[in-house]
């Protein structure tokens, strides 16, 4: 690569054709050789499990840390069908697709060559995943549904440790069947990671205990001598609310595969389970010698079937509940450092933990309050996927919500939601709820605005000092520690307007007054630090997104600067500082026309150096993907243009026109790579007018979907829809099942938490606006005015809005139903 400048491109990418960007089907379905398809499983700030394509369970995150690629020995579901002329058995999975090269075969803990169906397939209708099991040789239809609890403004029920596993099984033959499902579980108590030979190491022995409860029947599993303050300690739990249910707490300890051969054969033969097998050779010796190995084993597996006749025509529902309780993590973003002894400040405990004692307890929790904690996430899930919203709009809007179960998020004991910027394989990627990335997040904002609230207390109330400065990563809130680094310009002055959105939405006087004082204080600082000159442009040193520093004058830090001047300004005007307002509102005038002089090159923003090649890593003259991200804030907020909005309408035409790409096949990218051959998608920066840096900003020839979509909601904002539809279906088609996980947008780390941004192009679809305090809400769709309907959401409630036009007469009538809360007060089921 270099520094030379291409030749201007000519033209304009063309848009997908309308009968393109006019898909309006069921969400997408993925074949059982769909294998980077995952769904996750898991409640916010609770680690997870994913849901593969095949029906299999894998990637268990459910120990404080991230873990692609973790498997539990012998953990899988299995049916067992028998009656006149059947009987079989098979693992609830479809079956295994090559390559089979391991140089050892497939561990016998995988089961890989116990029978499973031939074909499944998967849909995901966030929270819920289902799998259609498929096999001729079987009379039967077998679906998985699999979720947990998700109820926008209901951060506690969509918090729990749990995940409800439901088969249902219908009888297609015509004679009576036997029917039985069976889940078997390792204990993973104690879980410290894995040996050479990929076993999971535990601290301590474990044990399966069978319990009984009012509301549930199943196996707990737990390290009993395990110090409750270690790192590694916690729980798992197996159960039902199935009166039929059969136990095998423990499988037999033997030696080799003695124990899965056991339960096999118990399971094969009647599909019901004996706590000791009758299958099972039973001579003194043989018994001394399992009691001895068991008692001293650190690994177990337990076992419950649940078993039904069924017939002809007849289903029955088969529900488990999988639940797991590691109280503990580290008081620190390195999740070694307890593990290793170099962390001084011990342990945090879990929030979930100060609601649950145990994963029996969350177990029993889910079964007790199954009906409505299901009912609210099925009416949530319906009123979003019942929108008339383009089928590929509805998979970026929901597939990204799997970052709040994902191991980027988390809660501490207080109730304090924090974050990664994303997941390596096996550790946090980028710590401390990065200002600048959690700029671009909109989801949670919407859905769960008191845990944004709560981000937004710890940047301004301990991630702020008495100048003003605030850290970009917030290591305070749990080493009590500062990072000690450069204020981020983008993240300090866009985390001033988050303070407006999360007071806008949820209406909470209380909270903006708290903050207040901090706002004026960091924005001050802004003001002093970056702006050198007085013209209300920062033209200092800015550390941005990009980990490097932008210098002099640009667009990033502009508008920016102008986003948080008027979310300040409005915000003033409301609480009656009339000091504040008028300053900031004079500040405002000042700089947009500065801006809008000094950086409009009559096309788009741009950088002004002198000399470009001065400083590493500038834009220049480029064209930024980002130049807008200030607007699309400021939007977001319904705050309204920062510049004009003939500018900034051309400015977002342009970003379209240069950056986005109908293929990679000719791109020259040495840096990071997340689209090449022939997908589409759109760069984070390009020079069509000539001007590149020697050097320029480094991720600049990268594709990132947190950059893509909040592109994508501007230029609907701006009436550009066709193009921003464009660069959202460009986005998905990457996220195929086959090359990536449609439930993991990654950039720097799995399910990146900037990628929630694609939960603007709802709000931008829509028109929605809001301002909870003066009791403000509307509507304004750009597409299907004709037929119009979606989900909405602030922070008092959540429903679905419609629109009908007569075509008769032209006029509308507009529908708005609440289907959990008071939009007038406090949140509350309906």
């Given at each position: 690569?270099?520094?030379?400048?291409?030749?201007?491109?000519?033209?304009?990418?063309?848009?997908?054709?309308?009968?393109?960007?006019?898909?309006?089907?069921?969400?997408?379905?993925?074949?059982?050789?769909?294998?980077?398809?995952?769904?996750?499983?898991?409640?916010?700030?609770?680690?997870?499990?994913?849901?593969?394509?095949?029906?299999?369970?894998?990637?268990?995150?459910?120990?404080?840390?991230?873990?692609?690629?973790?498997?539990?020995?012998?953990?899988?579901?299995?049916?067992?069908?028998?009656?006149?002329?059947?009987?079989?058995?098979?693992?609830?999975?479809?079956?295994?697709?090559?390559?089979?090269?391991?140089?050892?075969?497939?561990?016998?803990?995988?089961?890989?060559?116990?029978?499973?169906?031939?074909?499944?397939?998967?849909?995901?209708?966030?929270?819920?995943?289902?799998?259609?099991?498929?096999?001729?040789?079987?009379?039967?239809?077998?679906?998985?549904?699999?979720?947990?609890?998700?109820?926008?403004?209901?951060?506690?029920?969509?918090?729990?440790?749990?995940?409800?596993?439901?088969?249902?099984?219908?009888?297609?033959?015509?004679?009576?069947?036997?029917?039985?499902?069976?889940?078997?579980?390792?204990?993973?108590?104690?879980?410290?990671?894995?040996?050479?030979?990929?076993?999971?190491?535990?601290?301590?022995?474990?044990?399966?205990?069978?319990?009984?409860?009012?509301?549930?029947?199943?196996?707990?599993?737990?390290?009993?001598?395990?110090?409750?303050?270690?790192?590694?300690?916690?729980?798992?739990?197996?159960?039902?609310?199935?009166?039929?249910?059969?136990?095998?707490?423990?499988?037999?300890?033997?030696?080799?595969?003695?124990?899965?051969?056991?339960?096999?054969?118990?399971?094969?033969?009647?599909?019901?389970?004996?706590?000791?097998?009758?299958?099972?050779?039973?001579?003194?010796?043989?018994?001394?010698?399992?009691?001895?190995?068991?008692?001293?084993?650190?690994?177990?597996?337990?076992?419950?079937?649940?078993?039904?006749?069924?017939?002809?025509?007849?289903?029955?529902?088969?529900?488990?509940?999988?639940?797991?309780?590691?109280?503990?993590?580290?008081?620190?973003?390195?999740?070694?450092?307890?593990?290793?002894?170099?962390?001084?400040?011990?342990?945090?405990?879990?929030?979930?933990?100060?609601?649950?004692?145990?994963?029996?307890?969350?177990?029993?929790?889910?079964?007790?309050?199954?009906?409505?904690?299901?009912?609210?996430?099925?009416?949530?899930?319906?009123?979003?996927?019942?929108?008339?919203?383009?089928?590929?709009?509805?998979?970026?809007?929901?597939?990204?919500?799997?970052?709040?179960?994902?191991?980027?998020?988390?809660?501490?004991?207080?109730?304090?939601?924090?974050?990664?910027?994303?997941?390596?394989?096996?550790?946090?990627?980028?710590?401390?709820?990065?200002?600048?990335?959690?700029?671009?997040?909109?989801?949670?904002?919407?859905?769960?605005?008191?845990?944004?609230?709560?981000?937004?207390?710890?940047?301004?109330?301990?991630?702020?000092?008495?100048?003003?400065?605030?850290?970009?990563?917030?290591?305070?809130?749990?080493?009590?520690?500062?990072?000690?680094?450069?204020?981020?310009?983008?993240?300090?002055?866009?985390?001033?307007?988050?303070?407006?959105?999360?007071?806008?939405?949820?209406?909470?006087?209380?909270?903006?007054?708290?903050?207040?004082?901090?706002?004026?204080?960091?924005?001050?600082?802004?003001?002093?630090?970056?702006?050198?000159?007085?013209?209300?442009?920062?033209?200092?040193?800015?550390?941005?997104?990009?980990d490097i520093e932008f210098y002099g004058p640009n667009p990033l830090g502009a508008l920016?600067?102008?986003?948080?001047?008027?979310?300040?300004?409005?915000?003033?005007?409301?609480?009656?500082?009339?000091?504040?307002?008028?300053?900031?509102?004079?500040?405002?005038?000042?700089?947009?026309?500065?801006?809008?002089?000094?950086?409009?090159?009559?096309?788009?923003?741009?950088?002004?150096?002198?000399?470009?090649?001065?400083?590493?890593?500038?834009?220049?003259?480029?064209?930024?993907?980002?130049?807008?991200?200030?607007?699309?804030?400021?939007?977001?907020?319904?705050?309204?243009?920062?510049?004009?909005?003939?500018?900034?309408?051309?400015?977002?035409?342009?970003?379209?026109?240069?950056?986005?790409?109908?293929?990679?096949?000719?791109?020259?990218?040495?840096?990071?790579?997340?689209?090449?051959?022939?997908?589409?998608?759109?760069?984070?920066?390009?020079?069509?007018?000539?001007?590149?840096?020697?050097?320029?900003?480094?991720?600049?020839?990268?594709?990132?979907?947190?950059?893509?979509?909040?592109?994508?909601?501007?230029?609907?904002?701006?009436?550009?829809?066709?193009?921003?539809?464009?660069?959202?279906?460009?986005?998905?088609?990457?996220?195929?099942?086959?090359?990536?996980?449609?439930?993991?947008?990654?950039?720097?780390?799995?399910?990146?938490?900037?990628?929630?941004?694609?939960?603007?192009?709802?709000?931008?679809?829509?028109?929605?606006?809001?301002?909870?305090?003066?009791?403000?809400?509307?509507?304004?769709?750009?597409?299907?005015?004709?037929?119009?309907?979606?989900?909405?959401?602030?922070?008092?409630?959540?429903g679905t809005y419609s629109r009908v036009e007569d075509p008769q007469t032209g006029k509308?009538?507009?529908?708005?139903?609440?289907?959990?809360?008071?939009?007038?007060?406090?949140?509350?089921?309906?």
């Amino acid at each position: 690569m270099s520094g030379s400048s291409p030749a201007p491109r000519a033209g304009t990418p063309a848009p997908y054709s309308a009968e393109e960007l006019g898909s309006y089907g069921p969400p997408r379905a993925y074949a059982d050789d769909a294998s980077e398809a995952a769904f996750l499983v898991g409640g916010i700030g609770t680690g997870c499990y994913s849901i593969g394509a095949r029906g299999e369970m894998r990637d268990w995150e459910i120990f404080n840390r991230p873990g692609k690629g973790n498997r539990l020995p012998y953990t899988f579901f299995a049916l067992s069908a028998r009656g006149p002329g059947v009987g079989v058995a098979r693992v609830l999975e479809a079956r295994l697709h090559p390559p089979f090269s391991s140089a050892r075969g497939y561990e016998s803990n995988l089961v890989a060559g116990l029978p499973r169906f031939a074909h499944s397939q998967m849909t995901g209708r966030f929270p819920f995943v289902t799998v259609e099991l498929q096999d001729p040789d079987i009379p039967l239809g077998v679906t998985l549904e699999a979720f947990n609890p998700f109820i926008p403004l209901d951060a506690d029920s969509s918090g729990i440790p749990a995940g409800i596993m439901e088969y249902r099984a219908k009888n297609l033959g015509d004679v009576p069947l036997d029917v039985a499902v069976a889940g078997s579980l390792f204990n993973a108590a104690g879980f410290n990671g894995y040996d050479v030979w990929g076993n999971m190491n535990l601290k301590a022995p474990v044990q399966n205990v069978l319990r009984e409860g009012a509301h549930a029947r199943g196996v707990w599993f737990h390290a009993p001598s395990l110090d409750p303050t270690d790192i590694t300690f916690g729980s798992l739990a197996l159960a039902t609310d199935d009166p039929s249910a059969t136990f095998k707490p423990e499988w037999i300890a033997g030696q080799w595969i003695d124990g899965i051969h056991d339960f096999w054969d118990d399971f094969c033969s009647d599909g019901r389970l004996e706590r000791i097998s009758s299958t099972r050779a039973t001579t003194s010796r043989l018994a001394e010698l399992d009691v001895a190995l068991r008692e001293g084993s650190k690994r177990k597996n337990g076992s419950l079937a649940i078993s039904h006749r069924l017939l002809p025509g007849e289903e029955a529902v088969y529900r488990f509940v999988l639940a797991w309780h590691f109280p503990n993590r580290t008081s620190d973003w390195n999740e070694d450092a307890c593990r290793t002894g170099d962390c001084a400040c011990g342990t945090v405990r879990n929030y979930y933990a100060t609601r649950f004692a145990d994963a029996w307890s969350a177990a029993e929790h889910v079964l007790e309050h199954r009906v409505q904690l299901t009912r609210q996430s099925r009416s949530f899930s319906d009123a979003v996927f019942s929108s008339t919203l383009p089928d590929y709009v509805l998979d970026a809007v929901t597939a990204n919500l799997a970052v709040l179960k994902s191991p980027t998020c988390f809660r501490v004991e207080d109730g304090t939601m924090l974050a990664y910027e994303g997941c390596h394989d096996g550790s946090g990627c980028c710590p401390g709820s990065c200002t600048h990335v959690w700029n671009y997040a909109q989801a949670m904002a919407y859905l769960f605005p008191d845990l944004e609230r709560s981000m937004r207390r710890v940047d301004f109330l301990k991630e702020t000092d008495p100048q003003g400065q605030m850290q970009f990563r917030g290591y305070q809130v749990l080493s009590g520690r500062s990072w000690g680094f450069l204020p981020a310009v983008d993240g300090q002055l866009g985390t001033i307007m988050r303070v407006y959105r999360e007071w806008m939405l949820s209406g909470d006087d209380a909270f903006l007054r708290e903050l207040w004082p901090a706002v004026v204080n960091a924005l001050d600082f802004s003001l002093r630090y970056w702006d050198k000159d007085g013209d209300v442009v920062p033209d200092g040193q800015q550390h941005v997104d990009y980990d490097i520093e932008f210098y002099g004058p640009n667009p990033l830090g502009a508008l920016c600067l102008l986003g948080a001047l008027k979310a300040a300004a409005e915000a003033a005007r409301y609480l009656g500082d009339k000091e504040h307002q008028t300053r900031y509102q004079e500040l405002l005038e000042r700089g947009a026309a500065a801006a809008d002089s000094l950086l409009w090159n009559g096309e788009y923003y741009v950088q002004r150096l002198p000399d470009v090649d001065a400083h590493k890593y500038q834009i220049g003259e480029g064209c930024l993907s980002d130049q807008l991200i200030g607007q699309f804030l400021a939007f977001v907020c319904g705050l309204g243009h920062l510049l004009p909005q003939e500018h900034v309408k051309e400015a977002a035409r342009s970003i379209y026109r240069y950056n986005f790409r109908t293929s990679f096949n000719e791109h020259h990218n040495a840096q990071r790579t997340y689209a090449l051959n022939d997908e589409r998608g759109l760069l984070l920066a390009s020079w069509p007018l000539g001007g590149r840096p020697r050097f320029p900003f480094i991720y600049s020839d990268e594709v990132w979907t947190r950059v893509e979509y909040h592109v994508a909601a501007t230029l609907i904002y701006e009436g550009l829809v066709d193009e921003g539809l464009t660069v959202v279906k460009a986005a998905r088609e990457r996220f195929d099942g086959y090359k990536r996980n449609p439930w993991d947008e990654f950039e720097c780390g799995h399910h990146y938490s900037g990628t929630m941004s694609s939960w603007s192009l709802l709000v931008a679809l829509s028109g929605f606006t809001c301002n909870a305090s003066r009791g403000f809400m509307s509507f304004d769709p750009v597409i299907n005015r004709e037929r119009f309907s979606c989900f909405w959401s602030n922070g008092r409630a959540w429903g679905t809005y419609s629109r009908v036009e007569d075509p008769q007469t032209g006029k509308a009538s507009e529908t708005v139903n609440v289907l959990y809360g008071n939009p007038d007060g406090a949140s509350a089921p309906r």
